[in-house]
């Protein structure tokens, strides 16, 4: 019986060692936050083109990859982070992570998706824009009007009724506070959220629950992503997705390579593809805003006047005060210890 | 090789086979030294790089910058002056607030009251030793090289804090309401769930123990069945039946479930076994002379039970109380899923590392976390102790009468626990096959299409498994040879006390705490064992650690089965102590070690709370899967991921009931006469 125990003993440690196996050539550990759904097909669409190179994809919500990122600041894993918000980069480019490097190509994007350094240090795919997921059936039920502006949803009549998502771990809701504190100014902004803050039946961990849970009929009103909305009104629920008139925040997903990679080689390849055109015209299935010109076409269920309702968003506004704002956030909303209905 | 005092009176006495017995015991003693080594690394090591991170503070060093300010034609007339010197003049920044994180930015126009970005002015920054950080924008600088900015590129300048120890994280802990209100509210919660818990499970076990009700069999299975799920999956169930579409919404009268309550009800589901269990043993060994005597008092059947029962009971019932008080304060999943807006220790650990990528603040609150927990573990040992006491050889088991009324009004009761239980598990398991709740309700199997969601996917599922095999065969190995060392090595009463202390540790030590500490301490460049980050490795380890202590205390009081005449036998037949192990100590302990395998194994499938912070692309699990697919909002694929949890431990449980009745058939025989 001993001899059986340490036989499998063996060889459980024979398994253990086996799947220590870090960096291989032709393997990249990929660190996302693109839709879980949606990777399979990014990995497809790139192995179509480079067969010779597995994606290991890490997959998380984005201030979960930020955090683990910034957690193995000084043992990175990942090889390559595709489909990360530009904030985020941002932060992780502060703290001198990203290699610099120009993939081939990079010229033809719209400039305002690549980073200003030179070379730059991470390149845009798509903007993802915020926007109010509204369930038309439960939005009935309760005889609710559907809200037009985002100062509608601070009136009396959505008390408990609407949903965001937490800024404080989910990239959706930084983006919102952000561009609120943007449009509105400092002031207005907070006096704003104050008032939201008064109808907000919870605050949820990842971007994208709000919307599904309106497209669940869990809460009429969640203020999601766009994106998020049309993947769910395709799926058949009765949703009403609504670009309030002020205008939208947004942020872009981007690309870079981890500085200290081991497989620096296969980075820049995939690097390189995820600027062609064929990857934006991948990228345009689910967004409407992509980083190649000419290449976007009208996404299904994607409101219409959703574009020029982008504000003009300040990046490094966003990044270098997002530690003060979080704060303030914090301090404001977070220490609510009464549930509410 | 040894001195016979060392080696205790045993040996004295049979001096004549010292050699042998000499090298015996350095190869037991060596063997134990290696598995507190491996208790050290996987858990004294890492708790102390978690300590140490808790008192990491992040704070600007005014004195590491100097700037120098132009006239408006851009001569620099004036002497340069550091930060410090011009904070120290105006009190710009208060002191307080030079305290900050590891992200913290400051902008340098702080400084500077009349600063205007269309000035002429323009500023010279230099850092003053080589860890002065600053950004412009979000370009990086560091070191002592002078830099000129204009005004209008002066007000992107940020300087980054440096790293020092101290208490300040705690100050900003304590000053954060959003922070310290979750102590209150996770005592408030552990309190009324415990309080519940024991109440019902008191009654069920009760019912069990003192009736003669029908079906004990079936409702004690269906009462520890929650043990085979994660205590996430609850939650679930409760937004299905009491969520804003749930079933039995109007039950709750306008109330929400997420918060207080969700998390009350879905504690009381999956602490229930635990404490069912034990209040159980404790009912089984009272001393039915104790109520003979009370009915030839005459006490009445009330004074019986407050005077004979309960106290007999008491050691069991304050021992689950402090089992289920832990359970629930150091339970992550369930409020995670079902909180709401209530914030807790444990999610706020989450929250404060995932969220905020604030690693010292995860520590500082894990450390408060960890208080509560050790003062429930201390009690509850203490406690436990005396209850071993209370066994005496003259007791006689209590053997319940039938009584019509009794009877049927236990089975009505029992009925009822389990069919919340049930219902838990069915809402599960019926919402999971649902294909778009609630507004197409026909039935398919597309939340089973793991691969297009979060979480890993059907390899999640498989790597759970593959983790609880490893977990099982690896951790009782351990755990048992430990044991055995702990149980039979003469002597060495310190080593043996240290081990000792080591082996009980794990248990009050909360799993987010631990898989916390694990990052800290594995995830770090300068660890010669950094290898195993991101393995499977490191999942083995964090998970038999984390459930070291069960394992150990099962493996420990079957040892203690076993007369200690046998060493000294098989000395004087001059056996080595391997075979008597290999021949004996196995077969003779093999269906507790059986035991600990499934034990090990069902926690392996079900534990979030210490592996959310270490699995990775390649070791995904399917219990962080459920969390990772309800937190993006799939909440159907969650519950159906869930339910495959618990279908593999209840197979899991049938395998190990069929290989023990196997077992006990061929070792075991010697227990019959």
Redesign the interface.
């Known amino acids: 019986?001993?001899?059986k125990?340490?036989g499998?003993?063996m060889?459980?440690?024979a398994?253990?060692?086996m799947?220590?196996s870090?960096a291989m050539a032709g393997e990249l550990?990929v660190y996302t936050a693109i839709e879980?759904?949606d990777l399979?097909k990014y990995a497809d669409a790139f192995n179509a083109d480079h067969p010779d190179i597995t994606i290991?994809?890490?997959?998380?919500?984005t201030?979960?990859v930020?955090?683990k990122l910034?957690?193995?600041k000084?043992?990175p894993?990942a090889d390559v982070v595709w489909g990360l918000a530009a904030t985020s980069l941002?932060?992780l480019?502060?703290?001198?992570m990203l290699e610099p490097y120009a993939p081939k190509g990079v010229e033809n994007l719209d400039p305002k998706f690549v980073d200003?350094?030179t070379p730059p240090t991470w390149t845009g795919m798509d903007a993802w824009v915020a926007s109010v997921c509204f369930n038309t059936?439960?939005g009935g039920k309760l005889g609710l009007t559907a809200p037009k502006t985002w100062k509608d949803l601070t009136k009396a009549e959505y008390k408990g009724h609407v949903i965001m998502p937490?800024p404080?771990?989910s990239g959706t809701g930084f983006l919102d506070v952000s561009s609120w504190l943007q449009m509105f100014g400092e002031k207005d902004g907070w006096a704003f959220m104050d008032g939201l803050h008064a109808n907000i039946?919870?605050?949820?961990?990842?971007g994208?629950?709000?919307?599904?849970?309106a497209a669940?009929?869990?809460?009429p009103i969640g203020v999601s992503f766009a994106f998020r909305g049309a993947k769910s009104k395709a799926?058949?629920?009765?949703l009403e997705i609504i670009v309030p008139e002020e205008g939208v925040g947004w942020d872009m997903e981007a690309t870079a390579i981890v500085a200290g990679t081991d497989n620096l080689e296969d980075a820049k390849t995939l690097a390189d593809w995820t600027v062609t055109k064929k990857a934006n015209e991948m990228y345009n299935s689910g967004y409407a805003v992509v980083a190649y010109p000419g290449v976007a076409k009208p996404v299904e269920h994607f409101p219409a006047n959703l574009l020029e309702k982008m504000i003009d968003n300040d990046f490094?506004f966003a990044?270098?005060n997002?530690?003060a704002i979080?704060d303030e956030w914090?301090?404001r909303y977070?220490?609510?210890?009464?549930?509410?209905? | 090789m040894s001195s016979t005092d060392a080696l205790g009176p045993n040996v004295s006495a049979d001096s004549r086979i010292k050699p042998k017995l000499g090298s015996d015991d350095w190869i037991m003693r060596g063997y134990m030294i290696v598995l507190a080594v491996y208790l050290v690394v996987a858990l004294a090591l890492p708790l102390y790089a978690m300590l140490s991170k808790a008192f990491e503070t992040s704070r600007f060093d005014l004195a590491q910058f100097e700037v120098q300010v132009s006239d408006e034609s851009g001569a620099f007339n004036q002497p340069a002056a550091t930060l410090k010197q011009l904070n120290d003049k105006s009190n710009f920044v208060a002191e307080g607030d030079l305290a900050t994180s590891s992200d913290g930015r400051l902008a340098l126009t702080n400084f500077f009251p009349d600063f205007s970005f269309r000035s002429p002015v323009k500023y010279r920054l230099r850092g003053l030793d080589d860890n002065a950080v600053y950004l412009v924008g979000s370009e990086r600088f560091a070191g002592t090289k002078p830099a000129e900015f204009d005004s209008n590129t002066f007000r992107k300048v940020v300087i980054r804090p440096i790293q020092s120890h101290g208490l300040a994280n705690f100050a900003t802990y304590f000053s954060t309401p959003a922070l310290f209100q979750s102590i209150q509210n996770s005592v408030f919660i552990a309190l009324v769930s415990t309080v519940i818990t024991v109440t019902l499970a008191f009654g069920f076990a009760y019912a069990l123990c003192r009736s003669c009700m029908p079906f004990k069999g079936v409702f004690r299975i269906i009462a520890m069945a929650p043990i085979l799920v994660p205590s996430l999956l609850p939650g679930i169930a409760l937004v299905y039946l009491f969520g804003n579409q749930g079933f039995l919404k109007q039950f709750l009268m306008g109330e929400s479930i997420y918060g207080p309550i969700g998390i009350v009800v879905g504690s009381v589901f999956f602490t229930f076994p635990h404490a069912m269990i034990i209040i159980l043993i404790a009912l089984s060994i009272s001393d039915a002379r104790l109520y003979e005597a009370a009915v030839s008092l005459r006490a009445s059947k009330w004074r019986t039970f407050w005077t004979v029962t309960i106290p007999g009971a008491r050691y069991g019932l304050i021992s689950a109380a402090f089992v289920v008080f832990n359970l629930v304060i150091t339970d992550f999943g369930l409020p995670k899923v079902i909180g709401g807006q209530y914030n807790m220790l444990a999610v706020d650990i989450y929250k404060q590392v995932i969220g905020q990528q604030n690693f010292q603040m995860g520590a500082v609150v894990s450390v408060v976390l960890l208080i509560p927990a050790l003062i429930a573990y201390v009690v509850d040992r203490l406690v436990q102790r005396k209850q071993v006491a209370l066994l005496s050889a003259r007791s006689v088991v209590y053997q319940p009468k039938p009584s019509r009324r009794f009877d049927l009004s236990c089975l009505a009761y029992c009925a009822l626990v389990a069919l919340f239980i049930i219902s838990i598990l069915g809402i599960c398991q019926y919402a999971a096959l649902v294909k778009f709740w609630p507004y197409d309700l026909s039935l398919g199997l597309s939340n089973y299409d793991f691969d297009r969601m979060d979480g890993g996917g059907w390899a999640a599922y498989r790597n759970s498994i593959m983790l609880g095999l490893m977990t099982a065969v690896i951790g009782t190995v351990i755990v048992f040879t430990g044991a055995y060392m702990v149980e039979k090595t003469k002597g060495f009463t310190r080593g043996r006390a240290s081990f000792q202390f080591l082996a009980m540790l794990p248990m009050a030590i909360p799993g987010m705490v631990l898989g916390l500490a694990y990052i800290f301490f594995f995830n770090n460049p300068a660890n010669p064992l950094n290898f195993i980050y991101g393995t499977m490795a490191i999942l083995v380890i964090c998970t038999v650690t984390h459930f070291y202590t069960v394992s150990h205390l099962t493996a420990v009081t079957a040892l203690k089965q076993i007369d200690g005449e046998f060493e000294p036998v098989a000395a004087s037949l001059k056996q080595p102590f391997y075979r008597l192990f290999s021949r004996v100590t196995v077969p003779v302990c093999l269906p507790a070690i059986l035991d600990i395998m499934i034990y090990l194994f069902v926690n392996a499938m079900t534990t979030v709370s210490a592996v959310v912070f270490l699995y990775s692309s390649k070791t995904t699990l399917a219990s962080v899967a459920v969390l990772n697919m309800d937190d993006a909002g799939d909440i159907a694929p969650a519950a159906a991921m869930g339910m495959m949890i618990f279908y593999t431990n209840v197979a899991a449980r049938l395998v190990h009931a069929v290989v023990s009745r196997y077992v006990l058939g061929k070792t075991q025989g010697w227990r019959q006469r």
């Open positions: 019986m001993f001899k125990l340490a499998g003993l060889a459980g440690v398994i253990g060692v799947s220590i870090a550990t879980a759904e399979k290991n994809w890490v997959r998380d919500s201030g979960v930020t955090a910034l957690a193995e000084n043992n894993q941002l932060l480019k502060s703290e001198g200003k350094s059936v439960e937490n404080n771990s039946a919870a605050y949820t961990h990842s994208s629950k709000p919307c599904k849970m669940a009929g869990e809460i799926a058949g629920a009765p490094e990044a270098n997002r530690k979080l914090q301090k977070d220490s609510k210890s009464e549930p509410k209905g």
